[in-house]
């Protein structure tokens, strides 16, 4: 299947682009809202419900910005390379779930995102700089 085929193929297949695609088929996380697609060769993850696509937006929007300085990026907005993305999505939200629950393991992005809202109430609250220390910890990445 050319490339071509395929992105027409994926916009069919999947509504809504899982936010945490990398990290769920790493299997660094799980996700209760994730199912895996086949398209193709290749295996895209959609999210259930627009709810939580939409948390996890945030979320993720919120660890890009809490990362820049630790990846050397001035830009919340540019595409990362695959290593520094998993650093955000495996290391942020395993930071995130030490910093709630002394536990690194991820089972439910959906809801952590959801209890992280509850525990502090607003993204802006979450101490971010802490999540980042706690990932750099938690996720060393293929050779570390």
Request: glycine share 8%; aromatic share 6%.
């Amino acid at each position: 299947m050319d490339e071509a085929a395929y992105r027409q193929k994926f916009a069919e297949v999947v509504a809504r682009p899982c936010v945490f695609e990398k990290a769920l088929l790493t299997r660094c996380v799980a996700c209760e809202r994730a199912q895996r697609k086949q398209i193709a060769e290749r295996e895209a993850v959609t999210c259930h419900t627009a709810a939580s696509h939409s948390r996890c937006g945030e979320l993720h929007g919120q660890l890009r910005h809490a990362f820049s300085f630790a990846l050397g990026t001035l830009h919340d907005d540019t595409v990362l390379p695959h290593a520094k993305e998993m650093r955000v999505q495996c290391g942020g939200l395993k930071g995130l779930q030490q910093e709630m629950r002394g536990d690194a393991e991820v089972a439910n992005v959906d809801g952590l995102a959801e209890n992280a809202l509850r525990q502090w109430g607003d993204w802006a609250e979450i101490p971010w700089s802490q999540v980042v220390h706690a990932a750099a910890q938690c996720y060393k990445g293929r050779h570390g």
